[in-house]
């Protein structure tokens, strides 16, 4: 194998620690564990400008001294947690659940656990928005024919953020823009005591991980004024004075 950076294409791609020090992993390829003790991590080193590969990415040092990643999009295994790695068929399945059954990262952790997972492995919450983000991160830059770039380590919510900068549009992602169908949007269904109204908008079904939403406007009859406090509040701000406790 030879390096990919432009400057030294010709020089080749060494492991960048001995055997003995690999480190252990948990390896998840579909619904099959491999555990840390048959699974290994070895990574590369170019021999000239000291670039780091990675399964998922890359690593290189620019002139300003920070580090960054280049993640890899055809990557075949994506890193979840400190010692937990996925194959692609898992990180699919994660998408696919979240998409098609509109499940939350805390629903299909639950799934997960409950159908595969054993005494020794217990996917968290954070596990699988880890691998709902890395794995769409990729998805978005493949298919915008770029590299995506981000400084080492960043925490998730950071990248998330980075993310939407870079590959979206105006906080739009491009596989999203102009995007309807059947799944997305529902006709409006008027109630029983409400007349039919012509040429409205679709509704949109958002996802609330576990919320339960109540009414957001004051209780105070015939008052449609915004909630002074939306958690647990009954009226607007004129109304909590008149009438809160």
Known sequence: MTCTTASC????????????????????????????????LVCGQCTHCHTLYHPDHENYTPENGQT???????????????????????????????YNFHASASAYMQYWNECFGSS????????IWQAFTQKSIRSIAQA??????????????????LAFQTLGDEGRMPLAKEHSCSECTKPRKPQPDQPNIVNAEPCKMVVIDGAVM????CAFENCAN????????????????????
């Open 9 to 40: 294409k010709t020089y080749s791609i060494l492991a960048s620690t001995s055997a003995r020090d690999s480190t252990n992993i948990t390896l998840i390829e579909g619904t099959t564990i491999t555990e840390s003790d048959s699974a290994y």
């Open 68 to 98: 960054q990643e280049v993640f890899i999009n055809s990557a075949r295994y994506l890193k979840i947690g400190d010692h937990i790695w996925i194959d692609r068929v898992f990180s699919n399945a994660v998408l696919g659940g979240m």
């Open 120 to 127: 020794t492995l217990q996917l968290s919450r954070r596990h």
């Open 144 to 161: 915008k024919d770029v590299d995506f770039e981000a400084e080492r380590e960043l925490h998730i919510d950071k990248l998330v953020d």
């Open 214 to 217: 109540g009414p957001v406007h």
């Open 226 to 245: 915004d909630l002074a406090n939306a958690r647990g509040g009954a009226f607007c701000h004129q109304h909590e004075e008149e009438y809160g406790l």
